[in-house]
């Protein structure tokens, strides 16, 4: 079975731009989570979507944004990129609901400059 | 507040010299906490799901145990292919997202 796949994984942007990031989850997977992961505060949570609703959100402003679709597939997306930005952006799927495990893709490195 | 934290935050280790890392977390309903390895430049890689004190699971030279504050990561004489970061999550009754907490980043010497 194919795991998570992200793309594209690696991008580069200049402050001000905006950014959309694409996650396939493991087939039959409904629920799809993204992360940002940066060196000083390591992994944290951004969104989660279930059968095309958020379901829950993470502390991020309102530049940062997602959706699914309805074969799963969900998209995040950053406007007004800041320098802050710059980080490992990781998409995790799981069957869909709680106390199933998150099976996470190989993440899209942004580097904002 | 979810709340993980992970000790120590570096462990470098001979090959064959058996250690644990530990994972202190305080949630509000626990539904699961989560084991998870990280290689530089790549996704966290699954390893354990423990639901409930007193839980423990194994997988070749890891180990797993839960207690009702803290989870414990055995490595059995590790192997320098075991060295990697490794991220304790939680996720309680507040929803879906998992509370990770910083890693601890292990090396293993030949």
């Known amino acids: 079975k194919a795991g998570v796949t992200q793309t594209p994984r690696y991008l580069i942007k200049t402050r001000g731009q905006q950014v959309t990031l694409s996650c396939s989850p493991i087939?039959?997977?409904?629920?799809v989570s993204w992360y940002q992961q940066t060196p000083g505060q390591g992994l944290q949570f951004l969104f989660e979507?279930?059968?095309?609703?958020?379901?829950n959100k993470g502390n991020f402003p309102g530049r940062f944004s997602g959706r699914q679709f309805s074969n799963s597939r969900s998209e995040m997306n950053v406007s007004t990129l800041e320098l802050g930005d710059s980080a490992l952006y990781l998409c995790?799927?799981?069957?869909?609901?709680?106390?199933?495990?998150?099976?996470f893709g190989p993440g899209t490195r942004l580097l904002v400059l | 507040e979810d709340q993980v934290t992970q000790s120590p935050e570096a462990l470098r280790l001979q090959e064959g010299e058996s250690s644990s890392l530990n994972c202190s977390y305080t949630?509000?309903?626990?539904?699961?906490l989560f084991w998870y390895r990280q290689d530089p430049g790549k996704g966290p890689e699954f390893l354990f799901t423990?639901?409930?004190a007193g839980e423990e699971k194994e997988k070749e030279r890891l180990k797993a145990t839960l207690t009702k504050k803290e989870s414990f990561l055995h490595i059995t004489a590790p192997k320098p292919e075991d060295s990697a970061t490794y991220l304790c999550?939680?996720?309680?009754?507040?929803?879906?997202?998992?509370?990770f907490g910083k890693g601890t980043s292990l090396l293993v010497t030949p």
């Open positions: 995790a799927s799981s069957l869909s609901d709680h106390q199933e495990t998150q099976y």
């Open positions: 087939s039959g997977h409904r629920s």
């Open positions: 979507y279930f059968s095309e609703t958020q379901r």
């Open positions: 949630v509000s309903g626990l539904r699961g």
């Open positions: 423990l639901y409930s």
């Open positions: 999550a939680v996720q309680g009754n507040s929803g879906y997202a998992l509370n």
